[in-house]
T-cell receptor, first 115, second 113 residues
Framework: DSGVTQTPKHLITATGQRVTLRCSPRSGDLSVYWYQQSLDQGLQFLIQYYNGEERAKGNILERFSAQQFPDLHSELNLSSLELGDSALYFC??????????????FGPGTRLTVL | AQKITQTQPGMFVQEKEAVTLDCTYDTSDQSYGLFWYKQPSSGEMIFLIYQGSYDEQNATEGRYSLNFQKARKSANLVISASQLGDSAMYFCAMQGGSYQLTFGKGTKLSVIP
């Protein structure tokens, strides 16, 4: 158990819908990262937040957005869902992202299926 | 830009034998970290081991060791005394100045009884 929690574990929805994925980081970690794992794209970085502020953006679609709240939990919002958005979405957390040796610990993931 | 290459899509190893999973990387960063993660069929990503670019000694964590050859830009994972529970996908990743992890495509390891 990494200490990172993600809900829900599974999500099945239809095209065009909007969903919210939730993540709580490990106790003491200020930084949260979101990753998408799909069969064709592999593991891709989406976005990073540090202490409530957006820090870095990766291959995140405009239909996707995220935020980190004062209690440090984070939410990833996916809207106008398409079949290709079906993937495993991971949240990871770390305590000091300013050093390369900072280890990111991953949550169990949310498996999103868009029908 | 950072790039991780894992050239072995799948590997087989006999139980109790050692196995090496290959990873090469490319980066222009001087300071970076290299990581290995394990993903069992259940889907979670489990951190295994870390190696810093300035570390002179190879990292070890229990049965896991990282064979770091900086000049060759390789960071191979060695698993000793393989167990059936080691069957999983293994991902090599690196983190440099951009903070995000860049992952390789992974190697599927199957341990044969």
């Amino acid at each position: 158990d990494s200490g990172v929690t993600q809900t829900p574990k599974h999500l099945i929805t239809a095209t065009g819908q909007r969903v919210t994925l939730r993540c709580s980081p490990r106790s003491g970690d200020l930084s949260v990262y979101w990753y998408q794992q799909s069969l064709d794209q592999g593991l891709q970085f989406l976005i990073q937040y540090y202490n409530g502020e957006e820090r870095a953006k990766g291959n995140i679609l405009e239909r996707f957005s995220a935020q980190q709240f004062p209690d440090l939990h984070s939410e990833l919002n996916l809207s106008s869902l398409e079949l290709g958005d079906s993937a495993l979405y991971f949240c990871a957390s770390s305590d000091d992202p300013d050093i390369p040796q900072d280890t990111q610990y991953f949550g169990p993931g949310t498996r999103l299926t868009v029908l | 830009a950072q790039k991780i290459t894992q050239t072995q899509p799948g590997m087989f190893v006999q139980e109790k034998e050692a196995v090496t999973l290959d990873c090469t990387y490319d980066t222009s960063d001087q300071s970076y970290g290299l990581f290995w993660y394990k993903q069992p069929s259940s889907g979670e990503m489990i951190f295994l081991i870390y190696q810093g670019s300035y570390d002179e000694q190879n990292a070890t964590e229990g049965r896991y060791s990282l064979n770091f050859q900086k000049a060759r830009k390789s960071a191979n994972l060695v698993i000793s005394a393989s167990q059936l529970g080691d069957s999983a996908m293994y991902f090599c990743a690196m983190q440099g100045g951009s903070y995000q992890l860049t992952f390789g495509k992974g190697t599927k390891l199957s341990v044969i009884p």
